[in-house]
């Protein structure tokens, strides 16, 4: 399995190397500072349970992709796994949602961490400062600048580091008692009365808690370039689950516990509450200290997941998934080995989406779009199990059938109590990408049949 194989890529990552890769995708504090804000508004108090809820689901979702992607290892990770387990028509609407999924969540994290910059530096204009980032990280993309370099490890560390030293002051100046946590009420009061959390709330705040777990899934996007494939990454992408889960959930709790009495008024939307908690507890040295930390938390996090969207979108063009034209644009490597047309996509596109797009719209939208991948997944990895369709199962996930189910009952509620807009826009995206499978693809796949006929015939 060693040496140079997988178009250009080279197999030298292990264990510890893709396991930075996928805790530097998901991001703790990335995660926490970039949906904590639109989470507490949908669900209040209900913010912990939704993230607690949605630790379920991650958690239940990385043996799916554990189990499946030892089973079926390559660039193209979730897409590739649908494509074998479902077919093709159903595996290119998993690679067309990626597709749309790169110009999309790159562009919400980095303008989150504009957002914290302006916080800290009013002159900067929170849009134009997003696209000035998104410009770095394509230029870093393009020069081979990796997931795994010493500058990527550092900040990993740094960012870790950030989100733990946040959750132990957050607990230290905890302005709740633990039994607030259970009341399922609004901090902010209308008409001096409290407003309680229903249901429903809960719900629609789990998929951006979906969304702060989503990247465990990160090392299959790396398979080509990983020594002992089959081994290596089942490990470590339940590591970087449970990681993701503890480290998080811990911060959500301490977070709560610890927004300060005056968000009990009438605020604006544009209150940064988790700013005001590191201003209380830390001062304004040490909330400035702390933000910076998560500003280049959130730019590390832009760069690992800029790197792999490019390996996506390579992957489905050495499959001719798209038009010959377009297939040799995103296949194209430069002089470094890198997949440059990929990265130059990704960085226009979330350059404009940086410029036009508010931060809330870009999150609630990626976190459907990455849960229909999941019911994906989900749906595969019973699918699979089913059909036995692999010789290879060097993972088998424990608890059959119980993770899959936790995450397609998850998956299914969450998605019902999400804004309209966001449901319509992913299920014309989904049907789109349907239309050109069996439109396009199988036209294809007969053609190519007919003319392997023919030859046959003709050598007869």
Not at 26 to 36: E, N, R
Not at 93 to 118: C, D, K, N, Q, R
Not at 151 to 173: C, D, K, N, P, S
């Amino acid at each position: 399995m060693n040496g140079s194989e997988g178009g250009g890529f080279r197999r030298s990552l292990g264990l510890r190397q893709v396991l930075a890769i996928a805790v530097a995708a998901i991001s703790p504090t990335t995660s926490v500072f970039l949906v904590y804000n639109t989470a507490l508004f949908q669900a209040g108090t209900g913010v912990f349970w939704a993230f607690l809820i949605g630790a379920c689901i991650a958690l239940s979702m990385a043996f799916c992709y554990a189990e499946l992607g030892s089973a079926y290892p390559g660039a193209g990770g979730a897409y590739r796994i649908v494509e074998r387990v479902l077919g093709e028509p159903f595996g290119f609407i998993a690679v067309f949602l990626f597709l749309v999924l790169g110009v999309v969540i790159t562009a919400s994290i980095l303008v989150s961490a504009a957002s914290y910059l302006h916080s800290l530096v009013p002159a900067l204009p929170v849009n134009w400062t997003a696209v000035a980032m998104m410009a770095i990280v394509t230029w870093l993309s393009l020069e081979r600048i990796g997931a795994t370099s010493a500058v990527a490890t550092a900040m990993l560390a740094l960012e870790l580091a950030v989100i733990l030293a946040f959750t132990g002051l957050a607990f230290a100046h905890a302005e709740h008692p633990l039994a607030y946590l259970g009341r399922l009420s609004f901090p902010i009061q209308v008409d001096h009365a409290p407003q309680t959390v229903t249901w429903q709330a809960l719900l629609s705040a789990v998929v951006p808690a979906l969304f702060a777990f989503n990247g465990y899934d990160w090392p299959l996007y790396f398979a080509e370039e990983t020594v002992e494939t089959r081994r290596v990454l089942p490990r470590a992408m339940l590591l970087a689950a449970i990681i993701s889960v503890v480290v998080e959930v811990l911060a959500v709790m301490a977070a709560t516990l610890a927004v300060p009495h005056a968000f009990f008024t009438a605020i604006p939307a544009s209150y940064l509450p988790l700013v005001a908690i590191a201003q209380s507890a830390a001062g304004p040295v040490g909330a400035t200290v702390l933000l910076v930390g998560v500003i280049i938390a959130m730019f590390d996090t832009g760069l690992t997941g800029n790197l792999a969207y490019a390996r996506i979108y390579l992957d489905a063009a050495r499959d001719a998934r798209w038009p010959g034209p377009v297939n040799r644009f995103f296949a194209s490597m430069n002089r470094r080995g890198v997949p440059k047309w990929g990265f130059v996509l990704l960085g226009v596109g979330n350059a404009l989406l940086c410029y036009f797009t508010s931060l809330n719209d870009l999150i609630t939208f990626t976190g459907v779009i990455i849960v229909t991948i999941y019911l994906l997944v989900a749906v595969s990895a019973v699918v699979h199990r089913l059909r036995r369709t692999s010789p290879q199962e060097p993972f088998r996930m424990p608890l059959w059938p119980l993770p899959p189910l936790i995450a397609l009952c998850g998956v299914a509620l969450s998605l019902v109590e999400q804004a309209p807009g966001d449901l319509v826009r992913t299920a014309v995206l989904v049907a789109i990408a349907l239309v050109y499978a069996l439109a396009y693809l199988e036209r294809r796949r007969d053609l190519r049949s007919g003319r392997e006929s023919s030859m046959m015939e003709d050598n007869n």
